[in-house]
């Protein structure tokens, strides 16, 4: 376990959410111990060359319902629903948003940079949830302290819960183990067959996405910090939803968005 110096840069949004500097860094990508599911395998050291902007939380159903106009998520009741993560949203749903948000946010400063909203990678996703560590959660490797970092079913009620409630991992991120799953922007692939880069993974004509983290519905074993899943693009879940990377950059974000659309059919 690597805990980030303090003073680690971060910055907030209009909705009092905070975004945490990831440095760039070299982690091994799935299960080197042989103990996971034969998806996690073989492991790759993949090196991260990029800084980018984590969420500290997942997006809730509040900003979303602020950007789209429209909440579908399951969980709606109570006073603190809209603290809870949006859920029931697929990986179009999520596009459309990302390009609302990059829309309203393309002449906006943070830190004093221009910068784009997106998915993370999954090399990205495990890096900052591992956050140094080697062993089956960032804490270690017995399921007996879960509780305290995550929602799983054995937990959880049968309902989300609001984002941050339980203790954050090294690095400062919250609910990277269980409450629900989160969409990452690589296309899925049984394996890491070819290693993996910090970009995402991309296939010809693949629908099928990776999702990352476990949810309030499934067992401890799935919120591992190597645990991988995958769905395809139009599936909606309540125990589906996401996270936004913040990414600076050195031009305008029409620019970059510009150049993005012309490599993205590349195969990482």
């Given amino acids: 376990m690597v805990v980030q110096p303090p003073g680690t840069p971060t910055f907030g949004d209009v909705y009092g959410a905070t975004y945490r500097l990831v440095e760039p860094g070299e982690f091994v990508l799935g299960d080197s111990n042989t ?14 060359t990029e800084p980018f902007f984590l969420g500290e939380r997942h997006v809730t159903q509040a900003q979303w319902a602020d950007v789209m106009g429209d909440n579908p998520s399951k969980f709606q009741e109570g006073w603190s629903a809209g603290l809870r993560p949006v859920e029931n949203v697929n990986y179009d749903d999520v596009q459309l948003f990302l390009n609302r948000l990059n829309d309203r946010d393309k002449d906006a400063l943070y830190l004093g940079l221009y910068g784009v909203w997106r998915l993370p990678s999954e090399a990205e996703w495990e890096y900052a949830a591992k956050a140094g560590s080697n062993t089956r959660w960032w804490f270690g490797n017995k399921d007996v302290e879960l509780d305290e970092y995550g929602w799983h079913a054995g937990n959880s009620g049968g309902t989300t819960r609001e984002v941050g409630l339980k203790k954050p991992n090294s690095w400062g991120f919250f609910d990277m183990n269980g409450l629900v799953n989160e969409w990452c922007d690589d296309h899925w692939e049984r394996t890491y067959v070819g290693g993996r880069t910090q970009r995402p993974h991309r296939i010809d004509g693949c629908d099928s996405f990776v999702v990352r983290g476990g949810s309030w519905f499934t067992e401890s074993d799935s ?12 599936k909606r879940s309540d125990g589906l939803g996401f996270r936004l990377v913040w990414s600076p950059l050195d031009v ?7 150049g993005a659309s012309s490599d993205s059919g590349a195969v990482s």
């Fill in 223 to 234: 919120t591992r910090s190597g645990s991988r899943s995958h769905a395809y693009r139009d």
């Fill in 35 to 48: 103990s996971g599911h034969p998806s996690e395998q073989p492991s790759c050291t993949v090196i991260i």
């Fill in 252 to 258: 305008q974000p029409d620019e970059a968005v510009q």
